[in-house]
């Protein structure tokens, strides 16, 4: 694959989305096995409170947070925390206009890149990976939790979750990589990632549907009332 930049940002800050796109591209350029994981876009951290821009299963479980630069810097010590309490590897992607604000005493074993208003990404920090031991059951619902057997080990665990993040978000995710596999990604794709476009897309095509049926019978409707009077 050729690589070039899809995204072209001009004066216009460059919109969350568009720079998930470029880290992706980044990714599996950097290493082409990246192309093959499981990618959740929006990812819950159990009951932290706290939702992962990019959680990506494949070459480790690196977790990716991204501040815009429309994004405050205001809650990120506490994301941060709780990314590190679970990922093999946590990135911090910031708008060059954050690096002057960030709090490094925070972000100790933490990567740090930044992206430039033209969409270039830039290694700041680069750290070496988190400790091992993590608390993935966290992430598991009662229900997946009592399928692991008594008596389980945090392996165990571990492995009940990798298998419930790639079932849950592995169809979408071959879609995405599919769909990309020769090309640079764009903004639009990233759509594939999500789990419930099917669903949203049917519930569109109903109302668009409902719609003109509304407007057929409306017409219908006004053309018996011309013809009575």
Partial sequence: MTRSNSFVFGAKAPSEQMIKGFVLDHLRTENPAWARSVVASEFCLGETGVRVDLALRGVEFLGIEIKSELDTLKRLPTQIEAYKGYFDRVVLVVASCHVRHLDWSALRE??????????????????????????????????????????????????????????????????????????????????????????????????????????????????VAQQVA
């Fill in 110 to 223: 933490v990567d740090v890149w930044t992206m430039s208003a033209s969409g270039r990404v830039d290694v700041v920090a680069s750290r070496t990976k988190l400790p091992v031991a993590k608390c993935l059951s966290d992430l598991l619902t009662a229900e997946e939790m009592r399928r692991v057997a008594g008596g389980a080990s945090a392996e165990d665990y571990q492995a009940a979750f990798f298998d419930v993040f790639s079932r849950r978000h592995g169809d979408t995710s071959r879609a995405f990589w599919d769909l990309v596999e020769t090309r640079p990604i764009a903004v639009d794709d990233l759509h594939e990632l999500s789990r419930f476009r099917k669903e949203r897309d049917r519930a569109v095509a109903w109302a668009r549907q409902q719609q003109q049926d509304w407007s057929s019978w409306s017409a219908s409707l006004a053309q």
